[in-house]
């Protein structure tokens, strides 16, 4: 994603109350796939995760989802996922498949290294002892995870 934000003063819901931010804050909407409402003024100049809620037109469905703001290097980079994480707190490695309901099987994730998709199933890359990952948006969704 590459895209220059706009330039506004907004308010924050933070841990102190509501914020007025004292300058213009670089802000991006968010449209996802699908039939989602647009996501308005999703603040990219302060680094952190921050929670907003993806619903559908109808108001029949919402979600959390996570905005993590990154700074790798010069570059901010936005990732999107779903406020379910899973954690292994075995001993071994563990790979973990999530199985979606068939309405969602044609959207498009971003896989990372180490993950596959085929079909309905998404095969997660291993996780480590003691390692965790976040899962898709579609794992709220009703998806199956095994």
Sequence with gaps: L????LRRVIKMV?????????????????????SWKT????????????VYTLESPDGQQSLPLIVDVDLVGRTKVVRLHSAVCAC?????????RLRMPSMYAAFHISLLPG???DGQE????????????????LACLGGVLS
């Design 14 to 34: 933070g841990q102190g109350g509501l914020v007025v931010t004292p300058h213009r804050t670089g802000i991006i909407n968010l449209k996802l796939e699908g």
């Design 2 to 5: 590459r895209v220059e934000p």
């Design 122 to 137: 998404l095969t997660m890359r291993p996780l480590a002892p003691g390692e965790g990952v976040f899962l898709p948006l």
């Design 39 to 50: 996501i308005s003024d999703v603040v990219v100049d302060i680094v952190g995760k921050y």
């Design 115 to 117: 993950e596959h998709q």
């Design 88 to 96: 292994n707190r075995t001993d071994r490695k563990m790979t973990l």
